[in-house]
């Protein structure tokens, strides 16, 4: 199993600003996910995040908006970059130790942008 | 393109019964089916996970099966208790290191 720490819980930002989402996983893994889950919808992967190379997006998700930073096998950080309103999501990391083992998930960052 | 259709949308029942949620995907080439348990405003909890090679697992009061062939899943909840109240996510996952494809969602309500 896998341990995920997730941070912050929750936020109230100003449209324009940035947040920085942080999870760290307690055993080393190759991949780490970031998903969002707007209200009343399921979640939708943003992106893939390998240890030491460029993070992979989903269609609809861009770099610019959505930078994800990956500095070891434990660890990685989302930035939501110039909020608007319809930023206001749940915010979700995930990883899966193996192929065939369960994906686990973070407590889930709740983001309100006013 | 994978789609996961979770039936019912939402589910209230009293305290002590016995439920069954659906789930069905489109693709029937699939590596493994998950159920999570969703708190609201929460992250999620995984509840059982089947591989493709099997039929059925089973956790406590939980029992999930899997039809892959017809593609189906469905979530059976035992003497159900106020407590398992909360939104039930079905998600597959295809073939080698893809990601997880998800229904909406049954949320349930059992009251006391």
């Known amino acids: 199993s896998a341990v995920i720490s997730q941070k912050p819980s929750r936020d109230i930002c100003q449209r324009g600003t940035s947040l920085t989402i942080q999870c760290q996983v307690d055993s080393q893994v190759t991949m780490m996910f970031w998903y969002r889950q707007q209200p009343g919808q399921s979640l939708t992967l943003i992106a893939t995040a390998n240890q030491g190379s460029e993070a992979t997006y989903e269609s609809g998700f861009v770099i610019d908006k959505f930078p994800i930073s990956r500095p070891n096998l434990t660890f990685s950080t989302l930035t939501v970059s110039n909020m608007s309103p319809e930023d206001s999501s749940i915010y979700l990391c995930?990883?899966?130790?193996?192929?065939?083992?369960?994906?686990?998930f973070g407590q889930g960052t709740r983001l309100t942008v006013v | 393109k994978q789609e996961v259709t979770q039936i019912p949308a939402a589910l209230s029942v009293p305290e002590g019964e016995n439920l069954v949620l659906n789930c069905s995907f489109t693709?029937?080439?699939?590596?493994?089916l998950q159920w999570f348990r969703q708190d609201p405003g929460k992250g999620l909890t995984s509840l059982l996970l089947?591989?493709?090679?099997?039929r059925e697992q089973t956790s406590g009061r939980l029992n999930a099966s899997l039809d892959k062939s017809s593609g189906r899943s469905t979530l059976y909840i035992a003497a159900s208790q106020p407590g398992d109240s909360a939104t039930y996510l079905c998600?597959?996952?295809?073939?080698?290191?893809?990601?997880?494809?998800f229904g909406k969602g049954t949320m349930l309500l059992v009251s006391p």
């Open positions: 998600a597959v996952k295809g073939s080698g290191y893809s990601t997880l494809t």
């Open positions: 995930s990883v899966a130790p193996s192929e065939n083992t369960e994906a686990f």
């Open positions: 089947i591989q493709s090679s099997q």
């Open positions: 693709d029937s080439a699939i590596y493994n």
